[in-house]
Nanobody, 123 residues
Framework: QVQLVETGGGLVQDGGSLRLSCAAS????????MGWFRQAPGKEREFVAA????????GYADSVKGRFTISRDNAKNTVYLQMNSLKPEDTGVYYC????????????????WGQGTQVTVSS
């Protein structure tokens, strides 16, 4: 099973940027689809972005398209989420996730979750 550790959250002003990192370890992590989810206070956890370690396919929630970019560094076993033009509604705990396929990740059938990192966007 793959282990995930997120870093990079924090407080940023409306319109600012942050980059989240998710370091993966364990066997066979290269076969997983990797993704980011977020959970705002009082709301359910929602999908943000996903990609395979090999690259394509990639997918984004409509609410973040054009502002967020998911990428990976295979040499560092790390997946990133670059978040630009942040809005107060982007506030929440961001979780890194690993799933056996893109379909299962979107369905919420997650093999491993990270511990989460807080992102707060002030207006």
């Amino acid at each position: 099973q793959v282990q995930l550790v997120e870093t990079g959250g924090g407080l940023v002003q409306d319109g600012g940027s942050l980059r989240l990192s998710c370091a993966a370890s364990g066997r066979t992590f290269s076969s997983y689809c990797m993704g980011w989810f977020r959970q705002a206070p009082g709301k359910e956890r929602e999908f943000v972005a996903a990609m395979y370690w090999s690259g394509n396919p990639m997918g984004y929630a409509d609410s973040v398209k054009g502002r967020f970019t998911i990428s990976r560094d295979n040499a560092k076993n790390t997946v990133y989420l670059q978040m630009n033009s942040l809005k107060p509604e982007d506030t929440g705990v961001y979780y890194c996730a690993a799933a056996l396929s893109y379909t299962t990740l979107l369905a919420g059938r997650i093999s491993s979750w990270g511990q989460g990192t807080q992102v707060t966007v002030s207006s």
